[in-house]
């Protein structure tokens, strides 16, 4: 069920209710003081729609058709306990399939490669037909403790461990460590785009850039319990922090702070972005929220 953001007038002669009016986020506060010595102007989020109805949401893929597939962890994030599941959401924020994908354990991030959708569960790898959910091979990680974010990055898909600090490449030759270390305590996000990965991390918050070459660069700090990561249309990150903010990083390092639920009570989880739209999964309390993201005049 979606839920619509604003005052809608009532339009009998459509087929479908007109979209809602957004709403825009407030805009916070750079970081730090340090970080003024560049007055980067930060974009700003305006709120599209909210889907409810779901059960400890956490990650996002783009379906073949253009849906979203929301993960459900549904019980704890830890547990084999199969009653986690796959939702698949319209661009309108529409349930087109409540269950998709059914008998999972705590999914959480996902990647499509090829037709194929690879989610994250706990110490393996599941992988379905991207058009139909019909089940393929489960890829199962030894040494893995708790698997969390997906990305496709040069053709291969890449899964983050954040209890073992690391990062699995899956290869023709089956899962191998790509990285690992205290630099990577509490990995979480990876977003793969060109010649370039982008990691956070939930211990220290941090951004990290990898190169196809094999370069390594800090980005940015201080975002702790980050998540999810966008690339901005023009420039900068956005980063989700799961207790319930979402960042903008500048392309200096500089970090604002777009939206703060924490308050709420209100997750902000595997943020996602595709072009200038948002999707963010809200843990609790069970839903899914769409933004906008606008560049600053």
Known sequence: MRILLAGLALLASCSKPPAPAPEEATVGAPASAAQDSKATVPPRLERLWIAEGFSAPEGVALAP?????????????????????????SPEGDVIAEKFIEGLDAPKGMAVKDGVLYVADIDRVRSFDASTGAPQADISIDGARFL????????????????AARIWRLGAEGPVVWREGEELAGV?????????????????????EATAAGGWREIASGMIDADGIGLVPGGGFLVSSWPGEIHYVADDGAVSSLLNT???????????????????PNWMPGTVTAWRIVAAP
Do not use: C, P
């Open 65 to 89: 058709d253009g849906a979203y597939f929301i993960s459900n962890v549904a019980g704890e994030g830890e547990a084999k306990d199969g009653i986690g599941w796959i939702a698949k959401l």
């Open 148 to 163: 969390n974010d997906a990305t496709v990055w040069k053709g291969e898909v890449y899964v983050s461990d954040s209890d």
């Open 188 to 208: 979480n996000g990876l977003l793969g785009v060109g010649d370039r990965l982008y990691v956070s991390t939930m211990s220290g918050g941090y951004l990290f």
């Open 262 to 280: 924490r308050d709420a009570g209100v997750l902000q989880n595997d943020l996602t972005m595709f072009a200038d739209i948002v999707i963010v």
